[in-house]
């Protein structure tokens, strides 16, 4: 086999390697041999001793190499990496790789490739890392329905909005403290504004629903405007905010959802209790009932561990002369807009202390046929504040009824806007 | 295909292969016929609509059909259900089977008879219902070293004790709500005396260690000793009971131990929060870290879904003319008996109320070279009483301790004793 990118991931593979080849060989039945690793530049420091002949820059040589079936790729982007992919599973050979942002984007030509080349294309590491998520989705609840799936599967923002509801601190403070620890990166910009999460969203879309589905068909919100109150705020009743990935198929089954934004849910609820920088995937399956996959979503090691069990997987296929599980878009649904999403909204409004301020916001609430669920008024005068939450209602008929609000005279400000997930 | 028994699963699957036949197909690449069902009596009321023709009480006969190549076994028990799984598998035929006490007794003799029939055998049913977790224990994992496994693998002792925690009731209370609840059946040993959770203990063990393990070599404790004080002195600790399911490497990875028995864990733990007839289990692997998947253990359709997914993979693999993973034993690593477990334990001992008791305590403990962790003196004159949780320790040293404080003067009554598990 041949590995392309020796960095964090690709170096914990190698060691990985090294130390468990008795243990890979037999369960594989058969030794797994490193016979090259491509990387940007030679000579690097590495954190894992590899014999120097092995390393190449150049990877379009490599992954076309006749002596080699299998390629790893942990260089991630979009290229060189799909360029190398789709290569090397021209030339007949499988792929393993850990790149969720190629595969969001441009899985199906990835799989088309595994396809005519008659090879694996196998990315358990590419969604939540270490826990194997995309093996039970495609194959243990292949005899199941997928409802809705509601998922933590990004760490860096989950130890952001974690510290936020520990400390009560600001984003800003979270957010440099994670850097500090290096949960996030100088350029936060992927984990932050929920690009990484959406990547995910649209794998774990494409998979639950047997549809094909890309990054840019996930509707994506960040977590950049979540403010100490908004955190308060959930606490006071009893939620907890967490960034979300979202799959949710319509009632009538012949559509879907798919979205990233923070939302608040109950602190009861199974997701409440995920802590610093751990992933956790909750799934609603029509038979199966509620199932939640927890661990950890990054990080050198873990990574390394789902790379291993997918390498495995492959190479056992290879001897056995067969292949896993092909790409699955038989049901073809489409993505609804994010405007025809189903969901609820908690909502705090700075509003004028004086009568019938209620009157007038239930009354723009019906007209747009959203129901209250809730409403709390607090505070006097300046202070004066309603809190309300909805029952579900379309997103559009939310923003609608948003819209609305703002413009009313009685209404000062809206204080704080979040959907609210996880309790019906 | 052909399915051995129609009770509660069996109607389930047999609803869901009716109501899910184009998804199946599609899945599959082929349709799923139902060629027969085999039950002990003809003409009894079904939960589901089946063609009566495709009844026969002939189990042996419909196995060795020539048009069949798929049997789901969910009749349970060791025999028949061992007679017929083995002559279908010597036939050819490919076995999915929800059979745990089958399973943990002679998966050997199964295995045997797959690899020679070359057809596949598949279980994930067999452990924790719809949970997928053997799937990714055999595979996802197969690149990793699995060094412990906590589980909660028993829905009905987690109800009982779950009850017990929430109400602060007795076992018997407890046993009675859960039986009138249908969560228990009318003789609850299998459930209450840990059988059902060992026969899974076994299973998990062996596809944990790549080694092979019968029930009968799990360490075996049920929950019906534990009093409503028990549960209130674990609460006031900040401690909850569990029936845990626990499969450990040894420190030098040449053994490992698998044991059922009631366990103090800390609330914080994931485990913790698992509530009523829930399933959970907990996998520690070297390289992934910690890991968790949560679900429903039982019920018709949970067991159905894993049982269908199943279904799919090993129809899957016939057309593909390849098998799924064979038995791995490579590793052959011994069971270690209960005494070299290590393991940490809370007990509370009812003593005189007089000086040096602290120091004849202390010093019993120190002999069998156990160290205390903590030590809480409560009460007075005949309320006193001494709470003591110890380090970790062989299970050997700790007997011998308890063994020693018996007999000790001073020591009155042990009046609670429990071990103690995930908080190192």
Not at 34 to 42: I, N, T
Request: proline share 3%; aromatic share 4%; charged share 25%.
């Amino acid at each position: 086999m041949a590995l392309l990118g020796c960095g964090v991931v690709g170096s914990q593979v190698i060691r990985l390697m090294h130390e468990q080849a008795g243990d890979l060989a037999a369960r594989i039945g058969a030794p797994l041999e490193l016979a090259g690793v491509a990387v940007r530049r030679l000579g690097r420091k590495r954190d894992v001793e590899i014999a120097p002949e092995l390393f190449t820059t150049d990877a379009e040589a490599l992954v076309t190499r006749d002596d080699i079936d299998i390629v790893v790729e942990v260089i991630g982007g979009i290229e060189p990496a799909r360029s190398l992919i789709v290569a090397a599973l021209a030339g007949g050979k499988s792929v393993v790789t850990a790149n969720k942002a190629l595969l969001a984007e441009d899985g199906a030509s990835l799989y088309e490739a595994a396809r005519r080349g008659n090879g694996d294309l196998y990315f358990e590491a590419s969604v939540a890392g270490a826990i194997p998520l995309l093996r039970p989705l495609r194959e243990s609840l292949a005899g199941d329905h997928v409802k809705r799936v509601l998922g933590i599967v990004n760490g860096t923002t989950n130890y952001i909005l974690d510290k936020m509801d520990t400390t009560g601190g600001s984003f800003t403070d979270a957010l440099e403290e994670a850097q500090t620890l290096g949960y996030a990166e100088a350029d936060p910009t992927a984990d932050i504004e929920g690009f990484d999460a959406a990547a995910k969203a649209a794998i774990l879309a494409g998979l639950a629903y047997h549809s094909r589905v890309t990054a840019a068909e996930v509707h994506r919100e960040g977590i950049t405007e979540i403010t100490a109150t908004d955190v308060a705020s959930a606490k006071d009743m009893g939620y907890v905010i967490k960034l979300l990935a979202i799959c949710a198929r319509s009632d009538d089954g012949r559509s879907f959802g798919v979205r990233v934004h923070p939302a608040m849910i109950p602190r009861s609820h199974p997701l409440a209790g995920v802590r610093e920088a751990y992933n956790a995937v909750f799934v609603e399956a029509e038979s199966a009932g509620q199932l939640m996959f927890y661990g950890k979503g990054a990080g050198g090691a873990p990574t390394a561990s789902a790379v291993l069990g997918d390498l495995v997987a492959v190479a056992r296929n290879r001897l056995a002369g067969t292949r896993g599980p092909d790409e699955s878009t038989y049901a073809d649904l489409a993505v609804h807009p994010m405007g025809e999403t189903v969901t609820r909204c908690h909502v705090a409004l700075d509003v004028a202390d004086k009568p019938g301020v209620l009157a007038r916001v239930a009354e723009l609430f019906a007209k747009h046929d959203v129901s209250i669920q809730t409403v709390r008024q607090e505070g006097h005068g300046d202070d004066a504040q309603l809190v309300i939450v909805t029952h579900r209602a379309t997103d559009a008929a939310l923003s609608a009824t948003m819209e609305g609000l703002r413009e009313l005279d009685i209404v000062r400000a809206v204080a704080s806007l979040m959907r609210v997930e996880g309790d019906d």
